[in-house]
């Protein structure tokens, strides 16, 4: 059974510094992209950023370029965002994604699975 499990939300001034890990478990595909999605009260889920198997390619949403930076450790199957001057927009449940493709997607597919998430609160 995969299990991902998340660490490290909870609330923070605008300006401030978080960092999102997650680690997974149970996984059978050999190779896998990893990344994060939010989703914002009222609002559909969105990517935020995606790292492929390898770490040497990723991918950032638009609003997170220059802020937020993701990394992985294939040793310990855990992925991390660091986030830095977050603002109050960036306030979400964070999920944390594995992508079966080894080179990763800015989109949800089908055969993604995903962590229970984990609250992300910016005040102003």
């Known amino acids: 059974q995969v299990q991902l499990e998340e660490s490290g939300g909870g609330l923070v001034q605008a300006g401030g510094s978080l960092r999102l890990s997650c680690t997974a478990s149970?996984?059978?595909?050999?190779?896998?992209?990893m990344g994060w999605f939010r989703q914002a009260p009222g609002k559909e889920r969105e990517f935020v950023a995606t790292?492929?198997?390898?770490?040497?390619?990723?991918e950032y949403a638009e609003s997170v370029k220059g802020r937020f930076t993701i990394s992985r450790d294939n040793v310990k199957t855990t992925v991390t965002l660091q986030m830095n001057n977050l603002k109050p927009e960036d306030t979400a449940v964070y999920y944390c994604?594995?992508?079966?493709?080894?080179?990763?997607?800015?989109?949800?597919?089908?055969?993604?699975?995903w962590g229970q998430g984990i609250q992300v609160t910016v005040s102003s």
């Open positions: 994604n594995v992508d079966p493709e080894w080179f990763g997607a800015t989109r949800e597919t089908p055969n993604d699975f």
């Open positions: 149970g996984l059978t595909v050999r190779k896998y992209a």
């Open positions: 790292i492929n198997w390898y770490g040497g390619m990723t």
